[in-house]
Each structure stands twice: as structure tokens, then as C-alpha cells.
């Protein structure tokens, strides 16, 4: 089947890359020529394990081609995806203006039945405004369906490929029959493709992401009533996730969540209850929660220095929002790198994916190093952010020799309170003793 996808972000080049691999021919619109460039030269822009090798194989046996042209990527397609950024506005909802933009250009383009497929994530009602922004040109048949991603950053290919479930939000018979075949070679194991309305699965995506950040905000919330009376998170966290009802999954305390999707989605989800005069309060509360969680922290590490962080060095691990990925989108990092430049301490950073983007961002008002030792060297203490595989199992004795004070700040409760105190660190964790 011929494919077009519009928009080359982490879901529409995963969409795309993953689609030519099941022997679709697959046409990328973006309109950065810089990027297209790129890609039509072997070069990935984003970072995603696994995604390299696929992305590699099929431009070269011609499957998955790039174009700036919106007219040329979509000649012959059978299915347009549109998978493009839906940004937070000002008060909170998404902004729909690169998808309803796209869909005017696509009326007078479109010759023959064509299905349009939201990819992006997008308030309910979005399927009917796209719907009506296509029909003010178009002189051919077309459905419009919703059918939102659950890609997780770090294993998207993977889930891509081997879904839990596909929900598609369509009513047409026609747009059914082509998006079964479209989807048959990832749900050969029996995985289902849930039909609904297109409302219904334009709320599906919110719901689901709104429950797992209220999942991971609860759970912060309980590592902080720990931390008062004297419980521990993990052993917590062990206790109530064998509850089948509950689950093992995004239990984990930590300095909260960020990313390209649970804070956008959360805050679009509020702001959709807000504007049909529903008072959404959980999500008002995760949100506020969350907002706080982040630069936790903080406040402990200016009291270990007793109040004065002027002229301290911080060393920090990770800078991704998560690991696996380069996205620094909402990225707890970043808030605490302000508060610490703030109170006049200096930031000596590392992270394996994300320095490029910081760096962008911050220009030179952190210092960025080759690994994580060299961010140890003459540092006051080290502060965690991201949860990286390397910084697991860290060489202690090597970080004995370069910290100033054997003092870490755990936001992602990386190691075991005994281990720390045999060690001699001074360690702070998330919903745990503090260890002298």
C-alpha cells in the first residue's frame, strides 16, 4: 500500500520507518528542508533504539522516501497520516493550527478516495474540524479517522510493531476495511484493533495518558508522606504492585514526570473538562503536584549546604526527560538547573543522548562533559536526574577520588540505602530515609 506521513517528529518517522518495514511504500512530508535533506541522505534525526537499522534498510531497498512537497508525498497514497506537533497554547489547550493548516492544503490536492488519519494527539472533536477543513476543496471522496499512537520514547519500535491494541475511531465501513488491512501484519498475534467512534478515540489517547500521569503523581505523593513517617517507597511500591488491580507498572517515585506527552496531554485533557464546564480536580491536583515533584530536591540540597549554594558545583546525570531518548521536552532537568543557577551554584553535566539539545538551549551557562566521571571532577556533590542504565553501577571508588563530598541526590532512588551507608555517602533519595 502507498503511504504518505506528514510530519517526521518522533511519531511520524517511527509511524512511517515502521510502516515501510511491513512492505508498504512510504512517502515522509516535512517542511524543514534541512531535515528532509538529512533523511533523504541516511541520517536520522531523532534518537530511538532500534529505529536506526529499520530506518536504514528500507531507504535503501526504496520503501520510505522524503519530500518537502506535500502535492508529491501524497500522489497515489491510499492513507495520509498527519502526524504533526500540537503544542500547548497559552491556556492550556492544543494548539491545531500545523494539522488544520495541512488539511486545508489537502482539499484541492486530493483525486481520488483517500483516508486521512489523525496520528497526532488532539482534543476531542478535532476528526470534525478536519473533516470540514478538507471538505471546503476536496472534490473527491474521503474519511477522515482518528487513530491515536501509544508510543513510548525509548521503545517505540517495538511498541509500534508489536501494539497492545490499535484504536481507530471510524464509522465509515470503507476507512474500517482499508485500516484492518493496513494493520493486519502487527496484530498477527491476536492483539486487538478496537474500532469506536471518532470522539471516543480522540478521548482514549487523553484518558490514557492523564491516568498514568495520575498513576505516577500518586505514587510521588506517597514517597513524600514516607519521608514524614518514616516508611519506604520501595518497599511500598512492592506491597501494592503484586495487586493485580493495581499493577507493577509506573510505580516507581522519582522527580516527576515530563516529556513530549503527559504534561501536554494532561494539561489539553483540563483545559477540554474546563471549556464543558467540568472541574476536572484530579487533574488540576497532578498537574500542581507534579509542578512541585520536579525541583524536590532542591530544598534539601540547599539545607545540606546550609542555605548557601553560591559558588557550589553541582555535577548533574541526565538530562532527558527519560532514558532512551534525547527528547528534553519537560524535562525535570531543566527546572532544576534553573533553581540551582538561581542560587548562584554552577551545573557540570552528562547525559548519553540529550547534551546536544541543552546545549541548544542553554548555550554555555552550564558546562557539558565527554562522560559522567569528568562532571564529578571538584564537584560539591552529584545530583541524579535521569535514570540511565550507566548510572546504575557507577565505579564508586573512581567517584570517591573526584567528588569534593561524597554526597548524592538521588531523584530516581537508583541504589539501595544499605549500600550507600557501607559506602559512607551522604544520600538523598525519594520517599526514603536520608542516609548520613
Known sequence: MKIAVVGTGYVGLVTGTCFAETGNQVTCVDINQEKVQQMQAGKIPIYEPGLDDLFQRNTQEGRLHFTTSLKEGIEGAKVIFLALPTPPGADGSADLKYILQVANDL??????YTVIIDKSTVPVGTSDKVRAAIAKN?????????NPEFLREGVAVEDFMKPDRVVIGTQSDRAKDLMSRLYAPLVRQGNPIIFMDERSAELTKYAANAFLA????????????????GANVDEVRKGIGTDSRIGKRFLFAGIGYGGSCFPKDVQALAKTSAENDYEFK???????????????LIPHLAKHFKGDLAGKKIAMWGLAF???????????????????????????AYDPEAMGHVKQ?????????KNPYEALEGADALLIVTEWPQFRTPDFERMDSLLKNKVIFDGRNLYELNQMQELGYTYYSIGRQTIH
Request: hydrophobic share 45%; glycine share 4%; with cysteine.
Open 322 to 348: 527519560k532514558p532512551y531518548t534525547d527528547d528534553i521536552r519537560e524535562a525535570p532537568a531543566l527546572y532544576n538547573i534553573d533553581a540551582l543557577l538561581e542560587l548562584g551554584a554552577s551545573v557540570s
Open 214 to 229: 495520575t498513576k505516577i503523581t500518586f505514587m510521588n505523593e506517597i514517597a513524600n508522606l514516607c519521608e514524614l513517617v
Open 282 to 296: 484530579i487533574l488540576d491536583s497532578v498537574m500542581r503536584v507534579n509542578e512541585n515533584q520536579k525541583t524536590k
Open 138 to 146: 476536496a472534490t473527491v471522496e474521503f474519511d477522515v479517522v482518528s
Open 107 to 112: 482539499g484541492p490536492i486530493l483525486s481520488d
Open 361 to 369: 538551549l542553554m548555550g554555555d551557562k552550564i558546562t557539558f562533559t
